[in-house]
C-alpha cells in the first residue's frame, strides 16, 4: 500500500489556489488587479450591467 506521501505527488494542484496566487504575484509589482470571486450571488445583478459587460467582452 502507497503511503500518503507518495500518493501526494499524483494530485493535481489547486487552479484556484493558482490563480490566486498569479494575482498576489501581480499586486506586488504593482498591477492593478480586480478582485470577482466574492459577490452576493441571492442578488440577480441589473440588466444593464449584465449588457454593458457582455458589450465591454
Known amino acids: 500500500m502507497e503511503s500518503i506521501s507518495s500518493r501526494i505527488h499524483k494530485v493535481s494542484p489547486s487552479l484556484t489556489l493558482a490563480v490566486t496566487a498569479q494575482a498576489k504575484a501581480m ?19 441589473p ?3 449584465k449588457d454593458a459587460a457582455i458589450e465591454a467582452l
Open 27 to 45: 499586486i506586488a509589482k504593482g498591477e492593478e488587479v480586480y478582485a470577482l470571486a466574492g459577490g452576493e450571488p441571492e442578488v440577480d445583478t
Open 47 to 49: 440588466q444593464f450591467i
